[in-house]
């Protein structure tokens, strides 16, 4: 009976498939191997079937039916092989390329202040953000019940246990800390107010400077203002001491920085200065170390003085780059739109 070859070679497949599907082991494939290409095999026994003399084309059909079974079968093995080895220690396989992600501009800005107080020998440390309330406002001679207390509203998560609204705190845990002067730190931390909206945020940064020495006065303190905003504002700005009152340090001030667009003068070209209307701009408070807070950290005042400051990163870093942002929360979202400008 002449056989139909298109037919077996179609039926042929159909079956292998049906085997491969069942595989489990690498002996189901050796089984499947000599099934239809050992020499009893499938394939083998259709080529027996041929006539002598075979001018058709049938031969290379079987052939081409041969070639078809050794590729199922060793794709087959393939991937039993890839199930069987640890993708771990598969040293072939390319890498994945992790995202590059960068830092963000105010641990850009932390860093780059933490260098400028680092040339001048001041150490950094982080001391607590949750804080007992002697640390953070009495000790720093700031009684309870004192008005002072009201110019920052904290979060208090006790009576005595707040979130520091400043890095102040800071002080007096350095001089705890270090007991003998000299004392030259820069406290880089987390406050906290009670306040929320486009240019407030109730979680934002503060350093906070304090130096403690034999015969520390003033002219130290505008020295150490003026290298700093030299350093990371530029050469040409200059500071200057208004006089102001902070509980913890006598006399007390609030520097200033001049204006880097009218340089001081407050007029560009006949017209008042649209960024500072007056030639300076606010960096923030400092003044000499209060006898009482000296005290406080354990320091005899009569025979160390000292000075001290405290400013917002966030405010030096938006004075610097010029930044003006819509809403300064922007800062804190994980929004990569926002962040990846930087
Ligand atoms: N702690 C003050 C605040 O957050 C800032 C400050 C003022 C810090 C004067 C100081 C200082 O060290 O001497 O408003």
Redesign the pocket.
């Known amino acids: 009976m002449a056989i139909n070859y298109k037919e077996t070679i179609r039926e042929v497949k159909k079956s292998l498939s049906r085997d491969l599907s069942k595989v489990k082991t690498a002996d189901d494939l050796e089984q499947i191997n000599i099934k239809y290409l050992g020499r009893q095999g499938e394939v083998n026994l259709l080529f027996k079937t041929l006539p002598i003399k075979d001018d058709s084309n049938i031969g290379k059909a079987i052939n081409e039916l041969k070639d078809y079974c050794k590729q199922e079968i060793t794709s087959r093995l393939n991937i039993l092989l890839e199930i069987k080895s640890d993708p771990i220690f598969d040293v072939t396989v390319p890498g994945i390329q992790p995202p590059k992600g960068s830092l963000h501009l105010i641990t850009h800005a932390i860093n780059e202040i933490e260098s400028i107080f680092s040339q001048l020998g001041f150490v950094r440390r982080r001391y607590p953000e949750v804080e007992t309330d002697w640390y953070y406002a009495e000790g720093l001679n700031i009684p309870k019940g004192h008005p002072a207390r009201d110019?920052?509203e904290t979060f208090y998560l006790s009576k005595e246990i707040v979130l520091t609204?400043?890095?102040?705190n800071g002080?007096l845990r350095e001089m705890e800390k270090v007991k003998n002067p000299p004392i030259k730190m820069v406290n880089i931390g987390k406050?906290y107010r009670r306040q929320a909206d486009t240019s407030h945020s109730a979680m934002f940064h503060?350093f906070?400077?304090l130096l403690i020495d034999k015969n520390i006065n003033i002219t130290h303190l505008i020295g150490v203002m003026d290298y700093f905003a030299k350093a990371y504002f530029g050469n040409d700005r200059e500071i200057r001491l208004r006089p102001h009152h902070?509980q913890?340090?006598e006399p007390?001030f609030e520097i200033d920085i001049s204006c880097g667009l009218c340089h001081g003068k407050g007029i560009i070209e006949k017209l008042p200065c649209k960024f500072c209307k007056s030639g300076w701009l606010e960096l923030?408070?400092?003044?000499m170390v209060h006898p009482n807070v000296l005290k406080n950290g354990g320091i005899d005042p009569k025979i160390f003085s000292g000075f001290?400051?405290?400013w917002g990163v966030e405010r030096v870093l938006m004075m610097k780059s010029g930044l003006n942002l819509p809403d300064l929360r922007l800062l804190y979202t994980d929004d990569l739109r926002f962040l990846k400008q930087f």
């Not at 609204?165 to 102040?168: C, G, I, K, Q, Y």
């Open positions: 110019d920052q609204a400043h890095t102040s002080q406050t503060q906070e400077g902070f913890f340090t007390s923030g408070g400092s003044g001290a400051f405290g």
